[in-house]
Nanobody
Framework: QVQLVESGGGLVQPGGSLTLSCVAS????????MSWYRQAPGKQRELVAS???????NYAESVEGRFTISRDNRKNSVSLQMNSLQPEDTAVYYC????????????WGQGTQVTVSS
């Protein structure tokens, strides 16, 4: 059973920075796509950023230029460096690992709260 564990959330002032980390355990191979999603109160979960095992990245327009996703394939880990945080970035952030060729291979972390407030 694959487990994803996130860390690094917290409270930060507008304009500040945070780094989220996620480590996967129990996978026998490199996870093809690792992503970060977020869900704000009353809103649907949305994709923030994704990174393939080959290093191809994709970002939501709202975070482009402020957030950077990176991963370590050897550790099956992924990080999200978040800069210039704004109150609208407040949400629970979830790590996801999936294999697009195997629909049942789709795992989620428990989520970590990020609150941007003065």
């Amino acid at each position: 059973q694959v487990q994803l564990v996130e860390s690094g959330g917290g409270l930060v002032q507008p304009g500040g920075s945070l780094t989220l980390s996620c480590v996967a355990s129990g996978s026998g191979f490199i996870i093809r796509i690792m992503s970060w999603y977020r869900q704000a109160p009353g809103k649907q979960r949305e994709l923030v950023a994704s990174c393939t095992s080959g290093g191809t990245t994709n970002y939501a327009e709202s975070v482009e230029g402020r957030f950077t996703i990176s991963r370590d394939n050897r550790k099956n880990s992924v990080s999200l460096q978040m800069n210039s945080l704004q109150p609208e970035d407040t949400a629970v952030y979830y790590c996801n690992g999936r294999d697009p060729f195997t629909p049942t291979y789709n795992y989620w972390g428990q989520g970590t709260q990020v609150t941007v407030s003065s």
